[in-house]
């Protein structure tokens, strides 16, 4: 008997959940670009062709990947599917059973009671919650898929903004060496007097036009690379060298049209939206069904204290309704 008790017990705490405290982190999640690693299986998406990374700095799919993989609100954002998926498992437990005993003690005989009890109703709307616990999950992970969607969009405008930028402020940069050559040499002529002091303030003041013009740029690419760097989860002084050229290409008149056609069944927010209103609708066909009396079964066995007299209640009989309060 008390072995039988010991494994009883075992098992009671085998099916038992556990809890670890996990602490609140401390510093930010940002990442440095040699320190990051992210496993290869993880790039296998299917539909997509293997993209071989260049060694000698990020193209445009590389920075779009990375943008995907280490964004901090993309990070957030995956963790809580991680509490919808929870909450699609708890819909789709059986409800536990009810165990109920008592003792009662007379001058002849010790009376007692056990029950054994199960929530019908629980079982009854057990199918609308899973199902609407399924759409929400599919509306979450559906939400997640459209913020992935304009992280990558996002990326891919700082990429092609970038590379538009190193290209105008080479263009500046020669531009503003030439008007500084020319002016040193206006210098040099008006020196001889051979040109007058007009044309020497005119060469200056397109010389400081063209360097404040310069400058502003330099201003402005900073600024969209610590953007860059911030979309992309890594630290501040992180220095990207970005190569390659962007993919991306006009789209013509009839692709346009046809992607506008089919746009309701690929736009994830759209389809996120007909998710949540599934779960809505399975939420409203759960509390349908749960608005009849909450009814139990079960089966008990009792000793009349006094009588001494031990009877088995049949599974039938049970059938009622459940007192709400």
């Avoid at 991680?82 to 007379?106: C, K, M, T």
């Avoid at 019908?120 to 919650?129: E, H, S, V, Y």
């Avoid at 400081?208 to 402005?220: S, W, Y």
């Avoid at 079960?298 to 459940?322: H, K, T």
């Amino acid at each position: 008997m008390t072995r039988c008790a010991a494994l009883f017990g075992a098992l009671l705490i085998s099916g038992c959940a556990t809890y670890h405290s996990k602490p609140l982190p401390t510093a930010i999640d940002l990442t440095r670009v040699p320190t990051l690693t992210i496993p290869a299986s993880q790039f296998e998406i299917a539909g997509l062709k293997p993209h071989a990374f260049p060694t000698n700095g990020l193209d445009e799919t590389a920075v779009i990947t990375l943008a995907v993989f280490n964004n901090p609100d993309l990070k957030t954002a995956r963790l809580q599917a991680g509490v919808a998926g929870a909450q699609l498992l708890e819909a789709g437990l059986l409800p536990d059973p009810v165990v109920s005993g008592g003792l009662a003690q007379s001058a002849l005989h010790t009376g007692y009671s056990i029950g054994l009890n199960e929530d019908i109703q629980a079982l009854i709307t057990r199918g609308a919650a899973k199902a609407a616990a399924k759409s929400h999950a599919r509306q979450v992970n559906l939400d997640i898929l459209w913020q992935e969607w304009q992280v990558a969009e996002k990326a891919r405008e700082m990429f092609i903004q970038s590379l538009a930028d190193d290209e105008l402020q080479r263009v500046l940069a020669s531009t503003r060496d030439l008007l500084s050559n020319r002016y040193r040499q206006d210098e040099d002529a008006l020196k001889r007097n051979n040109i007058t002091a007009d044309m020497v303030s005119t060469d200056l003041t397109a010389l400081a036009a063209a360097d404040t013009q310069l400058r502003q740029l330099q201003l402005e690419i900073n600024q969209n690379r610590h953007a860059l760097d911030q979309l992309l989860g890594l630290k501040p002084d992180v220095q990207l060298h970005l190569v390659g050229r962007s993919a991306s290409r006009p789209m013509s008149h009839g692709e346009f049209q046809a992607a506008v056609t089919a746009l309701p069944h690929h736009r994830a927010d759209l389809l996120a939206l007909q998710a949540g209103y599934q779960s809505q609708e399975q939420r409203l066909r759960e509390a349908i069904l749960a608005q009849f009396p909450a009814m139990s079964a079960g089966v008990e066995q009792a000793r009349d204290p006094v009588e001494g007299i031990s009877r088995v209640s049949d599974f039938r009989n049970l059938l009622r309704p459940a007192s709400r309060w």
